[in-house]
């Protein structure tokens, strides 16, 4: 993997975090909870988490299979069921929440979706460019 790869991924990873992050703190402030119940427990799971998405990501941008949803789904399957697994592990340490599997389900789900349409965007302004190009 090259250094510039790497960069991206790195800003990916914080940017989407640092959102995430913020968002949650917004959402608990607004329902009256000053601090957070879950600790710093609940950081690094969103951390590994978080982590474990953007591999995926990166993994099915890079994979040789042509159909793109089809190339999508080869990288969501294992890296959900990775992250199912990390809840499961998770749990050893404290108990679930009665919703952790839900709860990881959508949010995972929501971010691998809106990934993958911000690369489907891209990768067809890219195609419809490099065709004008051909064009002239």
């Known amino acids: 993997m090259n250094k ?3 960069i991206r991924m790195v800003s990916i990873y914080s940017v989407i975090y640092t959102a995430i992050t913020l968002l949650s703190s917004v959402l608990y402030l607004c329902n009256g909870v000053y601090e957070d119940p879950s ?3 609940h950081e690094l799971d969103r951390a590994i988490i978080l982590l474990i998405g953007i591999a995926a990501f990166e993994l099915c941008t890079n994979l040789p299979v042509k159909p793109l949803a089809l190339r999508y789904l080869i990288a969501y399957i294992p890296s959900q069921l990775l992250a ?3 809840v499961w592990f ?3 340490r404290e108990p679930l929440a009665k919703t952790a599997y839900r709860d990881i389900w959508i ?3 929501s971010l691998f979706v809106l990934l ?3 690369n489907t965007v891209i990768y067809v302004f890219k195609k419809k460019r490099g065709q004008k190009g051909e064009k002239k």
């Open 4 to 6: 510039k790869k790497l």
């Open 39 to 41: 600790g710093n427990w």
């Open 84 to 86: 199912f697994a990390y």
């Open 90 to 92: 998770s749990g050893l």
């Open 107 to 109: 949010n995972f789900t």
């Open 116 to 118: 993958c349409i911000i």
